[in-house]
Each structure stands twice: as structure tokens, then as C-alpha cells.
């Protein structure tokens, strides 16, 4: 953590004081906001999403040159990444927003870092609130960074610091198993489409569909209740089958896609170990020249590897030339 001292003035008497504040720069952190079913971020624009959510936060000057907000119209939510520690507590914090005149509730939490370890839980009560949940899970020898229920089920999701993920968690008294979590794609159960969940589907208020053929009904009112003409038919591909069939190939298709880019964004965001043995200068031995014999037979491979597999496994026969023509060690 660093900390770095800048200069405000307040006017007191006409008079200008300098006030000397402490700006406490952490590593940047993503905060979600979710806004629910009462808001369509592909309806508003997106600067006036970001000052209601700036006015309500109640950032300083200092602090809105640190935050940076995008608006994922897609999955109707807002993300936003600050590098100050104050301003992500009053983005973690914010419970609710004025847009147009209008009051919505936001449920705001913090985004699991790429490199921290995910697993779930199932069997806890659905009465307990998110608030209570780190209070009563612990596991052995780990920091929970945070915990959140899927949806409105009895599932709970865990992040915790490290990159292994503990078989055993203890909820109260009860130790039960952990499941390693497998980020896939969201489906909407209400207007059916992927990318968003069914607690912020921007059309919940308008219409339903159908899982079943894809009709479209009014919002307040659930298709299984009624009577219509119902005949196997995906909304996404029009295939003979149901829209949230979970054997449907380009669902699957969509979590193997969703599954690599949470392995990408591990892969790039995971700390290297500086504390390995480090080679200095003088210990690197300098390549020697092959000999006569050894370049022939490197040269006669390297041609008959090209002719049959291209040019990729070149590296490879570069480490062999100097595995065949050691250096001395000095």
C-alpha cells in the first residue's frame, strides 16, 4: 500500500488554507452494482447512469479521477474499478440511486479477483441474509475474502485467498463438502435470452416467454398457467427442443467460451514468485559455435521438420543444438 499526500484548499474568510490529505492507493478493485428488474441500461445513456451513481456515492474530487465506470448493457449491471480505497468503500456500500427522479435499490458487492479460488456450498437456509454469511462459514487455515448467495437459492459462493480450493467447510456446527465452481453463462428464466440473470432481466416488466415454444405473454402473468398451444421450439435457434434445455450444444459451447476466459483472466492476473532463484549475469554460460558434425545433423532435422510439421517446433530444435554443444561452466 502506498500513500501519497495531495493538497486541497478550503476558503475561509476569503482566505485560502491549504488542507493536507492522505490518499491511501490500494491495488484496483471492481466493484459490482446490480440495479435489478426496475431499470433497462440499454435505455438510458450511459453518462447519465454514471453521474447518478457518482452523485449518490458521494464522491470528492480527489476521488472521481480514481473511478472508472462501464456500463454492461448485456448483462444489465454496472462495474465499476477504483484504485482508492476510500472510493470503493462507498461503491461497496451504496445501497441505492436517484435516476430521472426516480429511486432504484442497488445491491452492490466486490468482484472476485481472477487469481483467488471459488467454490460453492448448497444446504444453507435461504432466511439467512448475505451479511451473516461470512459470521458463520470459516474454513481451516483460509481467509474468505468474500460470500454471496446465487440468486435466491440455498447456494453459496465463496472467494477465498489462494489458488487451491479446500474440500471441507464448516457452516455453524454442520461440516459439509465444497464444490469447485465452474463459471458458465447466465440464461434469463423470465425473457429467456443469455447474458443476464432473472433478478435483473430489463424486461420482466413487459413480457415472459414460454420455455417451452417461445410465446410471449404479458409480464404479470406466468405462461405455465396458461392454456395455449405448446410445441417443442427453442427461442435462441428455433431447434425442436426447450429454450432451457441444459443439453442444448450451443449452451454448452457458450460455458466452454466462459470457462476459458475466467482461465485466461487467472492466468494473467497471477502474481509471479520473486522469490526464486534468480540467475545472475556472470553464472550464464555463453553458447559455443556447434561443431562441423553436430551442425550437419541439426541442419539435416531442422529441413525435415519444416517439410513435415512447418515452422513451430524450431524452438525446440534450438534448445537441442545447445544441449548438444555444452558450454563450459566457468
Sequence with gaps: MEDETSMEHQLDDHQATPVHVVRRHVSPQTIILRLGTQLNLAKYPTYEVTNAIGVAAGFTAFEVRDVNIKARTLQNLVAATSGRESATQKLAGLRSLTLNGK???VTAYVAAEAHHARCVVHGLPKDIPDDQLLSIISIEDRHIVAARRIGQSDTILLTLKGATVPKEVKMGLWLTKTQSF?????QCSICLNIG???DVCPTAHEFTRCETCGQQFPGSQKPERTAHECEFK???CEGPHCARDPQWPKKHQADKLARIAAERRRLRSTPTDSTGPQISQTSQSRPT???????QTIRFCRSRTVWRHGAAPLLRLRAASTLLNPAPVR
Design 103 to 105: 429511486r432504484l435499490d
Design 182 to 186: 465452474r463459471p458458465r453463462t447466465v
Design 289 to 295: 559455435k556447434p561443431t562441423k558434425n553436430n551442425y
Design 196 to 198: 443476464h440473470r432473472a
Design 234 to 236: 427453442c427461442f435462441n
